[in-house]
C-alpha cells in the first residue's frame, strides 16, 4: 500500500523538489547571461560609434542606441544581485518620470555647460535621471535638445552618457559573473540566498513584477482613463520604441516562464499559449507609440492586450508558483 502513496507524493510534489539546481543552472547560461553580456557588446558598440559621431539624427548613432536599448529591455525584469548595486538599474533607465526630472536635469546641464558633463568618471554623481537610455533619448529624439545652441556641449554630453551606459553594463555583467551566479547556483546559510526554494523565489519575482509591469505602467499609463487617455505618457514614445518594449519585454519573459515551468507539459503549453495571444494582439495593433488610446475602437484592443498579459500574471502567481512551492508575497514591485 506504501508504494502507490509514494508515486502520488512525488506527482504532488513541488519542481523545486525535483530538480532547483539544474532549472537554476539552465536558467543562468540560457537566460540571464547571454542577456548581460549582450548588453554590455551592445552598450560598448554604443559608446564607440557616439565617440566617431554625435550627430543625434546620424543614422548610424541611433542603429547603435536601439541595439543596446533592445538589449537593456530584455534583460530588464532581470532587476537582482549586480542590476541593483549603486542604483545600476535606474542609472539605466530612470522611468517612469512622473514629474519631467530628466529634461530638467538635461537642460540644467546644458545650460550652465556644467564641466561634469565633459568627465565620464565623475558622471554617476549627476542626478540619476540626467543618466541612461532614456536620457539618451531626448538628447537624440527631442526637437528641444537638437538645435544648434550649446552644439558642442550636447555631443560631448551625449558620448559622456554613452561611457557611462558602458560602464554601468560592464560593472553588471561582471557582477554576474565573478560573484552572483555563484551566489545563485550555491545558496547558503550565510548567502543572500539561504536555500535553493529562495533563489527559485528571486527568479519568479522577477517574472512575475516584470509582468506587472509591462500591463500596469508600459500599457496602464498611456491608457489613463476613458475620459482622460495620456499616449504622451508612453514610454519612450518620442523615438517610437513604446510597442517594441512590451515586444520584446513579453518575449522575455516567456522564455524565463518557460524555463521555469519545465517539467509540467500542461503548465508550459498554458503559459506558451499566453505569451503568444499578448503577442499576436501586440502585432495586430500596428501602433508603434499607443497614440490609440485617445479613440475608443483602438483604445479596446489596447485594452484586451492588456487584460491579456494580466492573464498571463494571474496564471504565473496561481499556478506556476504552486507548481514550483514558492510565491510572491506582497507586491514585487515593491521591491525585497
Known amino acids: 500500500m506504501r508504494r502507490p502513496l509514494l508515486i502520488v507524493f512525488a506527482v504532488l510534489m513541488p519542481l523545486t523538489a525535483m530538480a532547483d539546481e539544474t532549472v537554476v543552472a539552465r536558467i543562468l547560461d540560457a537566460h540571464i547571461l547571454p542577456r548581460f553580456e549582450e548588453l554590455a557588446e551592445q552598450s560598448a558598440r554604443l559608446s564607440k560609434v557616439a565617440q566617431e559621431t554625435c550627430a543625434p539624427d546620424a543614422p548610424n548613432l541611433r542603429t547603435a542606441y536601439n541595439a543596446a536599448f533592445d538589449a537593456w529591455v530584455s534583460a530588464s525584469h532581470l532587476r537582482l544581485g549586480p542590476t541593483e548595486v549603486d542604483d545600476r538599474a535606474f542609472a539605466l533607465a530612470f522611468w517612469p518620470d512622473a514629474r519631467s526630472a530628466t529634461p530638467r536635469a538635461?537642460?540644467?546641464?546644458?545650460?550652465?555647460?556644467?564641466?561634469?558633463?565633459?568627465?565620464?568618471?565623475?558622471?554617476?554623481?549627476?542626478?540619476?535621471?540626467?543618466?541612461?537610455?532614456?536620457?539618451?533619448?531626448?538628447?537624440?529624439?527631442?526637437?528641444?535638445?537638437?538645435?544648434?545652441?550649446?552644439?558642442?556641449?550636447?555631443?560631448?554630453?551625449?558620448?559622456?552618457?554613452?561611457?557611462?551606459?558602458?560602464?554601468?553594463?560592464?560593472?553588471?555583467?561582471?557582477?554576474?559573473?565573478?560573484?552572483?551566479?555563484?551566489?545563485?547556483?550555491?545558496?547558503?546559510?550565510?548567502?543572500?540566498?539561504?536555500?535553493?526554494?529562495?533563489?527559485?523565489?528571486?527568479?519568479?519575482?522577477?517574472?512575475?513584477?516584470?509582468?506587472?509591469?509591462?500591463?500596469?505602467?508600459?500599457?496602464?499609463?498611456?491608457?489613463?482613463?476613458?475620459?482622460r487617455p495620456r499616449p504622451t505618457r508612453a514610454e519612450v514614445w518620442r523615438s517610437g520604441r513604446s510597442a517594441r518594449h512590451v515586444g520584446l519585454s513579453l518575449e522575455a519573459l516567456r522564455d524565463l516562464?518557460?524555463?521555469?515551468?519545465?517539467?509540467?507539459?500542461?503548465?508550459?503549453?498554458?503559459?506558451?499559449?499566453?505569451?503568444?495571444?499578448?503577442?499576436?494582439?501586440?502585432?495586430?495593433?500596428?501602433?508603434?507609440?499607443?497614440?490609440?488610446?485617445?479613440?475608443?475602437?483602438?483604445?479596446l484592443k489596447i485594452e484586451v492586450l492588456q487584460q491579456s498579459i494580466e492573464a498571463i500574471h494571474a496564471l504565473v502567481l496561481n499556478k506556476l508558483g504552486p507548481t514550483l512551492g514558492v510565491a510572491v508575497g506582497f507586491n514585487a514591485l515593491d521591491g525585497d
Open 257 to 299: 516562464a518557460l524555463h521555469l515551468s519545465q517539467g509540467s507539459d500542461a503548465l508550459n503549453s498554458g503559459i506558451d499559449t499566453g505569451f503568444d495571444q499578448a503577442l499576436t494582439r501586440l502585432a495586430a495593433l500596428d501602433d508603434p507609440i499607443f497614440a490609440g488610446v485617445s479613440a475608443p475602437q483602438s483604445r
Open 106 to 227: 538635461l537642460s540644467a546641464l546644458i545650460a550652465s555647460q556644467d564641466p561634469i558633463g565633459a568627465s565620464p568618471a565623475d558622471y554617476a554623481q549627476v542626478s540619476i535621471a540626467a543618466r541612461g537610455f532614456y536620457a539618451l533619448e531626448f538628447l537624440l529624439y527631442d526637437p528641444a535638445f537638437s538645435g544648434t545652441e550649446n552644439e558642442m556641449y550636447r555631443c560631448t554630453l551625449i558620448r559622456t552618457i554613452t561611457k557611462d551606459i558602458k560602464g554601468t553594463t560592464s560593472a553588471i555583467l561582471d557582477g554576474w559573473k565573478t560573484d552572483f551566479a555563484d551566489r545563485l547556483m550555491h545558496p547558503s546559510a550565510t548567502s543572500i540566498y539561504r536555500s535553493d526554494v529562495e533563489v527559485l523565489q528571486a527568479l519568479f519575482k522577477a517574472l512575475a513584477a516584470g509582468l506587472q509591469f509591462t500591463a500596469e505602467t508600459r500599457l496602464g499609463r498611456p491608457l489613463g482613463t476613458f475620459d
